[in-house]
């Protein structure tokens, strides 16, 4: 039987279409995608993503245990609320799952990762923490709603009038605490917005009041395509554990100083720098008219690769993709799609940067089309 969120009634009586998503049934749209997609780039929209696994780490080695584990350093949290975007790798140096890491104090932090991997995750944790004093503590009875957006801080303003000031100074990519309320002003949009962490019998109240406000309910199939406008990797698509962060333009994810700082896959990254990365994700933006799709074979001249993540573009109103090919792969290869050789671009990510299509990406499209 799929989990539900504590929001999924409120789903079904707005007419949301749902599916199975990692075991969870999750709205996908709630009458037109696009329309959801364009109202997030332009306004604001809210996403219910009840479905992702908090996890608190405390103790006494709760730093040393996160060093270890994860790429990127959690030495560098020095603030209270503030995030890390990280991987955790494995031996081999493949993802393990990506996630953000949050600083509460020295021996207390929050990891928020994917619904999909929740037990391979918590399994692989809990092995990893028996040479730490530490404790890791899943939190099911919370909610998170994501509001995102160019009005999102402004619309949660309205809702939540007493946090107006704190919510605007917030930086990004960190979080406060009010009451039993975790925010965060993170995304997985491209778009400014808050990641609200809190306790499933508030979420309803929330969602209603925020929908009252004038904030679109979204489902999570703008969110993909928002998050792939933006250059942001899907787990399980664009990396696994088949892949490494140096394949999967990760590589600014990983700290490799301090040099002892001996964090799992390591030795294995390090070996894969040295050789020569043999593969690398890229942005392809279609030449031609079609749709890039996952899976699709990417004809290079070196060899061939693969589509990993591919959709219609509504920002851009043209088809994007990223996709993993040889290293020294040309700057414009074929896509088969159905048959046919189609011609792409290799861009530089994200493909849509506040709002707008990128510059970079706009300069390389004029240089071929003359547009």
């Known amino acids: 039987m799929l989990k539900k969120t504590p929001l999924h009634a409120l789903h079904q009586q707005a007419g949301a279409k749902l599916?199975?998503?990692?075991?969870?049934?999750?709205?996908?749209?709630?009458g037109s995608q696009v329309e959801e997609h364009h109202q997030v780039r332009k306004g604001v929209g809210m996403f219910d993503v009840s479905h992702?696994?908090?996890?608190?780490?405390?103790?006494?080695?709760?730093q040393a245990f996160l060093r270890h584990l994860l790429a990127n350093d959690v030495?560098?949290?020095?603030?209270a609320g503030k995030a890390l975007y990280t991987c955790m790798l494995n031996e081999n140096g493949g993802v393990v799952d990506d996630l953000i890491v949050y600083y509460l104090s020295p021996e207390r932090y929050r990891l928020v990762v994917n619904a999909a991997t929740r037990e391979k995750d918590l399994a692989w944790m809990d092995r990893q923490a028996s040479a730490f004093s530490v404790q890791l503590e899943e939190q099911p009875q919370l909610a998170m709603i994501a509001v995102q957006g160019p009005e999102a801080v402004s619309h949660l303003a309205t809702v939540l009038p007493d946090l107006a000031g704190q919510l605007a100074e917030q930086p990004r990519f960190s979080a406060f605490v009010h009451l039993e309320w975790f925010l965060a002003r993170?995304?997985?949009?491209?778009?400014?917005?808050?990641?609200?962490i809190l306790p499933a019998e508030d979420a309803p109240g929330l969602w209603e009041q925020l929908e009252q406000a004038g904030v679109r309910p979204c489902g999570l199939g703008a969110r993909d395509t928002l998050r792939l406008e933006a250059g942001m990797n899907l787990y399980g698509q664009?990396?696994?554990?088949?892949?490494?962060?140096?394949?999967s333009a990760l590589a600014w994810t990983v700290a490799w100083e301090p040099a002892d700082r001996q964090f799992i896959g390591r030795k294995a990254l390090e070996k894969q720098k040295a050789e020569g990365i043999p593969r690398k994700l890229v942005g392809l933006v279609l030449l031609d008219r079609g749709v890039l799709r996952h899976g699709q074979v990417v004809q290079c001249a070196a060899g061939q690769?693969?589509?990993?993540s591919g959709s219609f573009s509504p920002t851009m109103g043209r088809s994007i993709a990223m996709a993993r090919v040889p290293a020294d792969c040309d700057a414009q290869p074929l896509v088969d799609v159905r048959g046919r050789k189609l011609r792409t671009l290799v861009v530089r990510m994200p493909f849509v940067r506040d709002g707008q299509v990128s510059e970079a990406v706009t300069e390389k499209l004029n240089e071929i089309t003359g547009e």
């Open 52 to 62: 992702m696994t908090v996890v608190d780490v405390e103790g006494a080695d709760a």
């Open 19 to 30: 599916v199975d998503f990692g075991g969870w049934e999750m709205p996908i749209h709630y």
């Open 75 to 79: 030495a560098r949290l020095q603030t």
């Open 186 to 196: 993170t995304g997985y949009t491209g778009e400014d917005g808050y990641e609200i």
């Open 238 to 247: 664009d990396m696994d554990e088949s892949t490494t962060p140096l394949e």
């Open 305 to 308: 690769g693969e589509i990993t």
